[in-house]
């Protein structure tokens, strides 16, 4: 009988150079965890994709065309996506850790009024304004999707 996803991911204690410290999140694309460089102790957040993105030959190949155009990003307010992993039939998505906490969490907890709410989604307008505006080398635009 082949392992679920959950049963893969529980005995996952390193993805290449990196060594899984302990969880951080989960959402509708997988479970992120925080990880470290086993040589520069670089810490790196790790998603575990779920098994459909990798099963199915063309969303794996969009996910692949996907992540050569996330690599080549580079902005302040866009996390950087260092590379895509697989292993035992499972993907792994390693990518800038933040340590920032949750949006949702930090917006509702601290008493940022009206100016530094819209502070916060202005950053974040801009990264996304960064993307769309991005070019390939070809110099078309590329065609990123954003939604979780």
């Known amino acids: 009988m082949k392992p679920?996803?959950?049963q893969k991911e529980s005995i996952v204690e390193r993805i290449?150079?990196?060594r899984i410290v302990s969880p951080i999140a989960?959402?509708?694309m997988g479970r992120v965890y925080l990880a470290e460089h086993?040589?520069?102790g670089r810490r790196v957040a790790v998603k575990v994709l779920p098994e459909e993105f990798l099963a199915d030959k063309k969303r794996s190949q969009y996910l692949e065309r996907e992540m050569k155009i996330?690599?080549?990003?580079?902005?302040?307010?866009?996390?950087k996506i260092f590379g895509l992993h697989r292993r035992q039939g499972v993907g792994y998505l390693i990518m800038e850790y933040l340590d920032g906490g949750n949006l949702r969490r930090h917006i509702r907890d601290q008493d940022?009024?009206?100016a530094g709410t819209l502070g916060?989604?202005?950053?974040?307008?801009e990264g996304l304004h960064y993307i769309h505006n991005h070019k390939l080398e070809d110099g078309r635009f590329h065609s990123i999707i954003h939604r979780d």
């Open 26 to 28: 989960r959402g509708g």
């Open 120 to 125: 916060i989604i202005l950053k974040i307008c």
């Open 70 to 79: 996330a690599k080549n990003l580079s902005h302040p307010n866009v996390v």
């Open 112 to 114: 940022l009024g009206l």
């Open 16 to 18: 290449g150079p990196f």
């Open 38 to 40: 086993e040589k520069d």
């Open 4 to 6: 679920s996803t959950r």
